[in-house]
Protein backbone atom coordinates (compact mmCIF):
# COMPACT_ATOMS: atom_id res chain seq x y z
CA UNK A 1 0.00 0.00 0.00
CA UNK A 2 1.22 3.47 -0.94
CA UNK A 3 2.08 5.54 1.93
CA UNK A 4 1.99 9.19 2.71
CA UNK A 5 3.80 11.70 4.79
CA UNK A 6 3.40 15.39 5.03
CA UNK A 7 5.67 17.94 5.47
CA UNK A 8 5.97 22.25 5.50
CA UNK A 9 3.70 22.95 8.17
CA UNK A 10 5.16 25.10 10.65
CA UNK A 11 4.32 28.77 12.38
CA UNK A 12 3.65 30.98 10.26
CA UNK A 13 2.50 35.09 10.45
CA UNK A 14 -0.71 36.50 9.55
CA UNK A 15 -0.08 37.50 5.81
CA UNK A 16 2.77 34.89 5.16
CA UNK A 17 2.69 31.67 2.90
CA UNK A 18 3.75 28.01 3.19
CA UNK A 19 4.07 25.24 1.01
CA UNK A 20 3.02 21.75 2.26
CA UNK A 21 4.39 18.60 0.69
CA UNK A 22 2.72 15.39 0.48
CA UNK A 23 5.25 12.43 -0.57
CA UNK A 24 3.87 9.16 -1.90
CA UNK A 25 5.72 5.90 -1.64
CA UNK A 26 4.50 5.00 -4.77
CA UNK A 27 3.25 6.59 -7.80
CA UNK A 28 0.71 9.18 -7.22
CA UNK A 29 -1.06 7.74 -10.28
CA UNK A 30 -2.17 4.89 -8.14
CA UNK A 31 -4.91 7.42 -6.93
CA UNK A 32 -7.87 8.62 -8.44
CA UNK A 33 -6.99 11.65 -6.67
CA UNK A 34 -5.01 12.94 -3.94
CA UNK A 35 -6.16 15.91 -1.46
CA UNK A 36 -5.24 18.23 1.22
CA UNK A 37 -7.69 17.67 4.38
CA UNK A 38 -7.75 20.39 7.60
CA UNK A 39 -9.05 19.74 11.22
CA UNK A 40 -9.02 22.90 13.21
CA UNK A 41 -9.07 22.47 17.23
CA UNK A 42 -12.70 21.18 18.26
CA UNK A 43 -13.96 21.00 14.13
CA UNK A 44 -14.35 17.98 12.12
CA UNK A 45 -11.66 17.66 9.01
CA UNK A 46 -12.97 19.21 6.30
CA UNK A 47 -11.69 19.29 2.55
CA UNK A 48 -9.11 21.89 1.74
CA UNK A 49 -8.03 20.92 -2.09
CA UNK A 50 -7.92 17.96 -4.20
CA UNK A 51 -6.64 16.73 -7.74
CA UNK A 52 -7.85 14.44 -9.95
CA UNK A 53 -5.75 11.39 -11.86
CA UNK A 54 -6.70 13.55 -14.94
CA UNK A 55 -5.18 16.87 -13.17
CA UNK A 56 -8.89 18.52 -12.41
CA UNK A 57 -8.81 20.48 -9.32
CA UNK A 58 -11.50 21.64 -7.12
CA UNK A 59 -11.32 23.36 -3.81
CA UNK A 60 -13.44 22.22 -0.40
CA UNK A 61 -14.13 25.82 0.59
CA UNK A 62 -14.66 29.49 -0.51
CA UNK A 63 -12.29 31.14 2.31
CA UNK A 64 -9.26 29.66 0.50
CA UNK A 65 -10.20 30.01 -3.17
CA UNK A 66 -7.77 32.44 -4.29
CA UNK A 67 -4.88 31.71 -1.95
CA UNK A 68 -4.35 27.89 -1.70
CA UNK A 69 -3.05 26.49 -4.75
CA UNK A 70 -3.22 22.28 -4.54
CA UNK A 71 -0.25 20.97 -7.01
CA UNK A 72 1.90 18.16 -8.42
CA UNK A 73 5.20 16.70 -9.45
CA UNK A 74 4.29 13.14 -10.87
CA UNK A 75 8.29 12.48 -11.39
CA UNK A 76 8.87 13.45 -7.54
CA UNK A 77 5.41 11.61 -6.58
CA UNK A 78 4.55 14.70 -4.90
CA UNK A 79 1.25 16.76 -4.41
CA UNK A 80 1.57 20.36 -2.77
CA UNK A 81 -0.61 22.93 -1.18
CA UNK A 82 0.60 26.68 -1.70
CA UNK A 83 -0.69 28.67 0.66
CA UNK A 84 -0.93 32.00 0.24
CA UNK A 85 -1.88 35.07 3.06
CA UNK A 86 -2.57 32.73 5.82
CA UNK A 87 -5.18 33.86 8.38
CA UNK A 88 -5.49 32.69 11.86
CA UNK A 89 -8.32 30.77 10.76
CA UNK A 90 -6.60 28.90 8.68
CA UNK A 91 -4.50 27.39 11.81
CA UNK A 92 -5.38 23.38 11.60
CA UNK A 93 -3.51 19.84 11.32
CA UNK A 94 -3.27 19.60 7.31
CA UNK A 95 -3.65 15.92 6.16
CA UNK A 96 -2.90 14.86 2.18
CA UNK A 97 -4.96 11.84 1.62
CA UNK A 98 -5.68 9.49 -1.52
CA UNK A 99 -7.95 7.74 -2.89
CA UNK A 100 -8.18 4.71 -5.56
CA UNK A 101 -10.96 2.01 -5.94
CA UNK A 102 -9.65 -0.31 -3.38
CA UNK A 103 -8.48 2.20 -0.80
CA UNK A 104 -8.06 5.22 1.44
CA UNK A 105 -4.63 6.04 2.54
CA UNK A 106 -4.09 9.30 5.06
CA UNK A 107 -0.62 10.88 6.08
CA UNK A 108 0.31 11.64 9.56
CA UNK A 109 -0.68 15.35 9.40
CA UNK A 110 1.36 18.48 9.56
CA UNK A 111 0.57 21.40 11.97
CA UNK A 112 0.17 24.93 10.11
CA UNK A 113 -0.36 27.60 13.28
CA UNK A 114 -1.18 31.07 11.97
CA UNK A 115 -0.34 33.87 14.28
CA UNK A 116 1.44 37.12 15.04
Known amino acids: QVQLVESGGGLVQPGGSLRLSCAAS????????MAWYRQAPGKKRGLVALVTSAGDTNYGADSVKGRFLISRDAAKNTVYLQMNNLKPDDTAVYYC?????????WGQGTLVTVSS
Open 26 to 33: GSIFSFNA
Open 97 to 105: NGVSPVSEV
